[in-house]
Protein backbone atom coordinates (compact mmCIF):
# COMPACT_ATOMS: atom_id res chain seq x y z
CA UNK A 1 0.00 0.00 0.00
CA UNK A 2 1.14 3.65 -0.74
CA UNK A 3 1.06 6.25 2.16
CA UNK A 4 2.63 9.54 0.81
CA UNK A 5 0.69 12.20 2.76
CA UNK A 6 0.56 16.01 0.86
CA UNK A 7 1.97 17.54 4.09
CA UNK A 8 4.95 14.60 3.85
CA UNK A 9 5.49 15.48 -0.03
CA UNK A 10 5.51 19.35 0.27
CA UNK A 11 7.45 19.20 3.12
CA UNK A 12 10.26 17.23 1.25
CA UNK A 13 10.58 14.51 3.29
CA UNK A 14 12.51 11.31 2.64
CA UNK A 15 8.98 8.39 2.58
CA UNK A 16 9.38 4.81 2.04
CA UNK A 17 6.89 2.96 -0.46
CA UNK A 18 5.87 -0.90 0.02
CA UNK A 19 5.50 -2.20 -3.38
CA UNK A 20 2.68 -4.38 -3.87
CA UNK A 21 3.84 -7.17 -6.01
CA UNK A 22 7.36 -7.72 -3.54
CA UNK A 23 6.54 -5.58 -0.40
CA UNK A 24 10.39 -4.78 -0.94
CA UNK A 25 10.09 -0.42 0.24
CA UNK A 26 11.38 1.48 -2.71
CA UNK A 27 13.31 4.41 -0.96
CA UNK A 28 11.92 8.05 -2.57
CA UNK A 29 15.01 10.79 -2.73
CA UNK A 30 14.59 14.25 -0.87
CA UNK A 31 14.91 17.43 -2.71
CA UNK A 32 18.85 18.36 -3.16
CA UNK A 33 18.86 21.80 -0.89
CA UNK A 34 19.65 25.12 -2.67
CA UNK A 35 22.32 27.03 -0.52
CA UNK A 36 21.28 30.31 0.67
CA UNK A 37 23.61 32.21 -1.04
CA UNK A 38 22.25 31.43 -4.66
CA UNK A 39 19.52 33.49 -5.93
CA UNK A 40 17.00 32.05 -7.18
CA UNK A 41 15.51 33.85 -10.36
CA UNK A 42 11.45 34.29 -10.07
CA UNK A 43 9.43 32.76 -12.26
CA UNK A 44 7.32 35.06 -14.95
CA UNK A 45 3.82 33.73 -15.31
CA UNK A 46 3.06 33.56 -18.90
CA UNK A 47 -0.70 32.32 -19.40
CA UNK A 48 -3.06 33.36 -21.83
CA UNK A 49 -4.33 36.66 -19.68
CA UNK A 50 -0.96 38.32 -19.25
CA UNK A 51 -1.37 41.94 -20.60
CA UNK A 52 1.75 43.59 -22.12
CA UNK A 53 1.72 47.23 -23.74
CA UNK A 54 3.18 46.61 -27.21
CA UNK A 55 5.76 48.54 -27.93
CA UNK A 56 5.27 51.31 -31.42
CA UNK A 57 7.79 50.01 -33.89
CA UNK A 58 7.93 50.80 -37.77
CA UNK A 59 6.35 48.52 -39.71
CA UNK A 60 5.36 48.46 -43.59
CA UNK A 61 2.67 45.88 -44.19
CA UNK A 62 -0.95 45.88 -46.51
CA UNK A 63 -3.89 43.60 -45.38
CA UNK A 64 -6.90 43.05 -48.15
CA UNK A 65 -10.09 41.93 -45.60
CA UNK A 66 -13.29 40.40 -46.00
CA UNK A 67 -16.38 42.21 -44.94
CA UNK A 68 -18.07 41.00 -41.79
CA UNK A 69 -19.95 37.84 -40.32
CA UNK A 70 -21.78 39.86 -37.37
CA UNK A 71 -24.00 38.50 -34.64
CA UNK A 72 -26.41 41.13 -33.66
CA UNK A 73 -27.72 41.86 -30.27
CA UNK A 74 -31.11 42.59 -31.41
CA UNK A 75 -31.87 39.19 -32.83
CA UNK A 76 -35.67 39.92 -33.28
CA UNK A 77 -34.91 42.52 -35.98
CA UNK A 78 -34.63 40.36 -38.98
CA UNK A 79 -31.42 41.92 -39.34
CA UNK A 80 -28.52 40.99 -42.16
CA UNK A 81 -25.59 39.14 -40.34
CA UNK A 82 -23.99 38.44 -43.89
CA UNK A 83 -21.99 41.81 -44.70
CA UNK A 84 -19.50 40.65 -47.63
CA UNK A 85 -17.50 43.15 -48.42
CA UNK A 86 -13.89 44.00 -49.44
CA UNK A 87 -11.38 46.53 -47.29
CA UNK A 88 -7.96 47.12 -46.76
CA UNK A 89 -5.51 47.97 -43.56
CA UNK A 90 -2.15 48.94 -44.27
CA UNK A 91 -0.56 48.48 -41.19
CA UNK A 92 2.55 51.34 -40.57
CA UNK A 93 3.38 50.44 -36.75
CA UNK A 94 2.78 47.62 -34.89
CA UNK A 95 0.31 49.32 -32.71
CA UNK A 96 -1.69 51.32 -35.75
CA UNK A 97 -2.74 50.86 -38.87
CA UNK A 98 -5.04 52.36 -41.58
CA UNK A 99 -8.42 51.03 -43.09
CA UNK A 100 -10.67 51.43 -45.68
CA UNK A 101 -13.40 49.69 -47.48
CA UNK A 102 -17.07 48.91 -48.26
CA UNK A 103 -19.91 46.63 -47.16
CA UNK A 104 -23.27 45.37 -47.69
CA UNK A 105 -24.53 46.35 -43.63
CA UNK A 106 -27.06 45.10 -41.46
CA UNK A 107 -29.61 47.08 -42.72
CA UNK A 108 -29.01 46.18 -46.30
CA UNK A 109 -27.39 49.05 -47.60
CA UNK A 110 -23.81 49.28 -48.77
CA UNK A 111 -21.68 51.20 -45.98
CA UNK A 112 -18.52 52.54 -46.66
CA UNK A 113 -15.66 53.32 -43.70
CA UNK A 114 -12.29 54.85 -43.11
CA UNK A 115 -10.42 54.88 -40.03
CA UNK A 116 -7.15 53.97 -37.84
CA UNK A 117 -6.67 51.61 -35.86
CA UNK A 118 -4.95 51.90 -32.54
CA UNK A 119 -4.47 49.19 -30.15
CA UNK A 120 -1.85 49.07 -27.84
CA UNK A 121 -2.42 46.07 -25.48
CA UNK A 122 -1.68 42.27 -26.12
CA UNK A 123 -3.06 39.25 -24.47
CA UNK A 124 -1.47 36.22 -25.40
CA UNK A 125 -2.42 37.01 -29.63
CA UNK A 126 -4.25 39.28 -29.30
CA UNK A 127 -4.14 42.54 -30.11
CA UNK A 128 -6.90 45.19 -28.26
CA UNK A 129 -8.31 48.40 -28.58
CA UNK A 130 -10.20 50.48 -31.21
CA UNK A 131 -11.11 51.59 -34.07
CA UNK A 132 -12.00 55.28 -35.05
CA UNK A 133 -13.69 56.75 -37.95
CA UNK A 134 -16.29 57.75 -40.65
CA UNK A 135 -19.05 55.44 -41.69
CA UNK A 136 -21.88 55.66 -43.85
CA UNK A 137 -24.49 53.72 -45.51
CA UNK A 138 -27.27 53.54 -42.21
CA UNK A 139 -30.34 55.05 -42.74
CA UNK A 140 -31.20 55.91 -39.15
CA UNK A 141 -27.90 57.70 -38.72
CA UNK A 142 -27.58 60.98 -40.43
CA UNK A 143 -29.98 59.99 -43.08
CA UNK A 144 -27.04 57.23 -44.51
CA UNK A 145 -24.52 60.10 -44.29
CA UNK A 146 -21.28 60.06 -43.38
CA UNK A 147 -20.91 60.08 -39.47
CA UNK A 148 -18.16 59.67 -36.46
CA UNK A 149 -17.52 56.47 -34.54
CA UNK A 150 -14.90 54.55 -31.95
CA UNK A 151 -15.87 50.67 -31.96
CA UNK A 152 -13.76 48.57 -29.50
CA UNK A 153 -11.17 46.10 -31.22
CA UNK A 154 -9.42 42.88 -31.12
CA UNK A 155 -7.57 41.11 -33.43
CA UNK A 156 -5.14 38.72 -34.10
CA UNK A 157 -2.23 38.01 -36.41
CA UNK A 158 -0.63 34.48 -37.43
CA UNK A 159 1.80 34.98 -40.37
CA UNK A 160 -0.26 36.11 -43.13
CA UNK A 161 -3.63 35.52 -42.20
CA UNK A 162 -5.46 37.17 -39.77
CA UNK A 163 -8.46 38.37 -38.13
CA UNK A 164 -10.29 41.48 -36.11
CA UNK A 165 -13.50 40.98 -33.96
CA UNK A 166 -15.87 44.77 -33.37
CA UNK A 167 -17.51 44.96 -30.67
CA UNK A 168 -20.65 47.79 -32.39
CA UNK A 169 -22.39 49.42 -29.57
CA UNK A 170 -26.05 49.62 -30.04
CA UNK A 171 -27.50 52.85 -30.73
CA UNK A 172 -30.73 53.10 -29.99
CA UNK A 173 -33.16 53.23 -32.94
CA UNK A 174 -30.07 54.45 -35.05
CA UNK A 175 -27.49 51.97 -35.32
CA UNK A 176 -27.69 47.99 -33.70
CA UNK A 177 -25.12 46.39 -31.94
CA UNK A 178 -23.08 43.40 -32.74
CA UNK A 179 -20.34 40.85 -32.50
CA UNK A 180 -18.37 41.31 -35.79
CA UNK A 181 -16.19 39.03 -37.32
CA UNK A 182 -13.82 39.80 -40.41
CA UNK A 183 -11.16 37.83 -41.50
CA UNK A 184 -8.00 39.05 -43.73
CA UNK A 185 -4.81 38.34 -45.50
CA UNK A 186 -1.33 40.22 -46.08
CA UNK A 187 -0.30 40.69 -49.02
CA UNK A 188 2.79 42.77 -49.09
CA UNK A 189 5.21 43.30 -46.41
Do not use: C
Not at 60 to 77: I, L, M, P, Q, T
Not at 130 to 158: D, S
Amino acid sequence: MIKITLFSALLGLTVSTPILADENPVPVPAPVPVPASVPVPAAEPKTLWDMNLIDSTPVNEVWVDSGFASYHFDRDKGLNGNNYGLGAEYRYSTVSALTAGRFYNSNREFSDYLGVYYQPLQIGPFRIGAVAGGFNGYPNMKNGGWFLAAVPMIGAEWGRFGINLAIVPTLQNRLYGAVSLQVKVKVWD
